[in-house]
């Protein structure tokens, strides 16, 4: 969730973010990493990706949540983490798009390809899944 403090509290940034708030218990300890952002453009990007992936997720029967939307999306793109290598076997796994393991500049590359991929399989235009994104 990303959050921005305003008058001495806390309060979530994105429509994304107020729901997983709303889900948050009352009188239940929460643990958090605080960090302050790299740029605001890189957690629109960010937000939209993940927007991307539940969009998906909804509009398909194949994924059982956007966790795994993101992983295939990752690997059709071929952006992997190799794990181990025995002889010819090669074992691997979907890269992380944090912001330390992946650059803005590196993103947004991808961000186009999850786009068209997301096209293709939705059977529907850059555009229209622009004005169906919520985040």
């Given at each position: 969730?990303?959050?921005?403090?305003?008058?001495?509290?806390?309060?979530?940034?994105?429509?994304?973010?107020?729901?997983?708030?709303?889900?948050?218990?009352?009188?239940?300890?929460?643990?958090?990493?605080?960090?302050?952002?790299?740029?605001?453009?890189?957690?629109?990007?960010?937000?939209?990706?993940?927007?991307?992936?539940?969009?998906?997720?909804?509009?398909?029967?194949?994924?059982?949540?956007?966790e795994s939307v993101s992983d295939w999306m990752k690997l059709k793109c071929n952006l992997i983490e190799i794990i181990e290598q025995r002889?010819?076997?090669?074992?691997?796994?979907?890269?992380?798009?944090?912001?330390?393991?992946?650059?803005?500049?590196?993103?947004?590359?991808?961000?186009?390809?999850?786009?068209?991929?997301?096209?293709?399989?939705?059977?529907?235009?850059?555009?229209?899944?622009?004005?169906?994104?919520?985040?």
């Open positions: 969730m990303i959050f921005i403090k305003q008058h001495g509290k806390f309060k979530p940034v994105y429509r994304s973010d107020h729901d997983e708030w709303d889900k948050l218990k009352e009188n239940v300890l929460y643990i958090a990493k605080i960090s302050k952002v790299r740029d605001k453009s890189d957690i629109k990007l960010f937000k939209k990706y993940w927007a991307l992936m539940r969009l998906i997720h909804d509009q398909s029967d194949t994924f059982d949540d956007p002889g010819e076997k090669v074992f691997f796994k979907p890269k992380s798009i944090a912001w330390e393991n992946l650059p803005p500049e590196q993103f947004e590359m991808y961000w186009n390809r999850f786009v068209k991929i997301a096209c293709e399989l939705l059977g529907c235009t850059e555009y229209e899944i622009d004005e169906n994104l919520i985040f």
